[in-house]
């Protein structure tokens, strides 16, 4: 790969400002560009190809329009400086791979015009802390978010309707999830968020929190639930789930 790069003459080093005017930035365009910490790109721009920063492991920072419709297939991935993503409000798909192996990523703002989360999308994203997923998401793809190991809640939408295999496989610190009551499709079962067909999404071995008494409904076995919080350093949020065969307990330290 090239080590260096050179815009009208001028070599580019830390910051790449592309040219305003510019509509797409193609496939492969700076992957493995190591050299770049931020990239700002202008209001002209509609879509970035596959893998265009793929492996830019010192890229710290992306701006981006909100009219962009488009980022391809794995075009973050291997981004292990980057911090945050906020994705373009014209975005609809978040595609497979895109933001995969960003270790470093803590934040990540997905707009409610998304209908799909893609394969491994987020895969290994190790210090990715808290994920909101829009309604208007329906769809989310096989270890979409596997091994985000960093990764303690996650709100899920009335839409969604369909997650597949290993979504949250490995999410091993992952205690605090919400589902929408108006969700028919994901329920809680002894502690699982399972789908509508018995697939195993989740195993909180921590805690669960559904909204509202839901979790009644959609569970027959679980006769009472309450929360309680223990006042005592560290607090410990406390969820007690009453089955036919017993009371069980998640807690999490917050």
Known sequence: YSKKLYLNGVQITGTLVIPDGVVGIGSCAFSHCNWLTEVKIPE???????????????????????????????????????????????????????????????????????????????????????VSIPNGVVRIGHYAFQDCSGLISLSIPESVSEVNSGAFSGCENLGWVEIDPANTYLRVKRGKVVTSSGLLIHDCSLLVRVLSSQIRVNDPTILDVSYRIRSRKPTVKVCVLAFEDGVRSFAKVV
């Open 44 to 130: 002209s721009a509609r879509r970035i190809g596959e893998y265009a920063f793929q492996g830019c492991k010192c890229l710290k920072s992306v701006s981006m329009p909100m009219c962009m419709t488009s980022i391809g297939n794995s075009a973050f991935s291997g981004c292990e400086s980057l911090l945050s993503m906020t994705i373009p409000s014209g975005v609809s798909v978040v595609e497979g791979h895109v933001f995969s192996f960003c270790s470093s990523l803590e934040s990540v703002s997905i707009p409610e015009g998304v209908s799909n989360i893609e394969n491994s999308a987020f895969a290994y994203c190790k210090n990715l802390r808290s």
